[in-house]
């Protein structure tokens, strides 16, 4: 059972456009969400993250939205850049039953188009 | 920033071998590590959680004897994969969690080809 889902394999932006990905989660014990970039053969690195507690947290291009009532939240890249062409992951993190859980969703891979 | 490191970065060993995978947080400490595992054109697959001082907690399907975790210091987690064979071939990355910033940082990965 996938806990964590990010629905869109793939997605191609134009640049100065603005990226969206998007991950939905399915278990209301999730309380904190990241979001990782990769490239290939990298370990992921660190984007942004956002508490349960917000609806929106903010750091220079990369906006992260929550969404709890639907359990979904994205990530907004704008404007998009070459350089964000990479493979995007969402986590999402939480204590149930005095286990931590992190959770990966599946990943979307974004190319931006110069 | 925070950096997790891993020890070594690529290997090749002969089937049968075991390989030892180091992975170290450099500028923290961290109680709770993370195993993953990430097959070509796939996610990261969480393999096992690594607890100081006491035992991993393995992921379903994840032979515990196969890959053997020892957390012996709050900056140190090892993963040993013993007995390897070209199906173990693939791509391990660890990760160590913050815990007074709520966030994990993962370390560059580990190649390891098995022939």
């Known amino acids: 059972d996938q806990q964590v889902k990010q629905n869109s394999p793939s997605l191609s932006v134009q640049e100065g456009r603005i990226s969206i990905l998007n991950c939905d989660y399915t278990n209301s014990m999730f309380d904190y969400f990241l979001w990782y970039k990769k490239y290939p053969a990298e370990g992921p690195t660190f984007l942004i993250s956002i508490s349960s507690i917000k609806d929106k947290n903010e750091d220079g291009r990369f906006t992260v939205f929550l969404n709890k009532s639907a359990k979904h939240l994205s990530l907004h890249i704008v404007p998009s850049q070459p350089g964000d062409s990479a493979v995007y992951f969402c986590?999402?993190?939480?204590?149930?039953?005095?286990?931590?859980?992190?959770?990966f969703g599946t990943g979307t891979r974004l190319k931006v188009l110069a | 920033g925070a950096v997790v490191s891993q020890h070594p970065s690529w290997v090749i060993c002969k089937s049968g071998t075991s390989v030892k995978i180091e992975c170290r947080s450099l500028d923290f400490q961290a109680t709770t590590m993370f195993w993953y595992r990430q097959f070509p054109k796939q996610s990261l697959m969480l393999m096992a959680t690594s607890n100081e001082g006491s035992k991993a907690t393995y992921e379903q399907g994840v032979e515990k004897d196969k890959f053997l975790i020892n957390h012996a210091s709050l900056t140190l987690s090892t993963l040993t994969v013993t007995s390897a064979h070209p199906e173990d071939s693939s791509f391990y990355i660890c990760?160590?969690?913050?815990?007074?910033?709520?966030?994990?940082?993962f370390g560059p990965g580990t190649r390891l080809l098995v022939l």
């Open positions: 986590a999402a993190s939480g204590v149930s039953s005095g286990t931590y859980k992190y959770i």
């Open positions: 990760s160590a969690r913050d815990p007074t910033l709520e966030t994990q940082y």
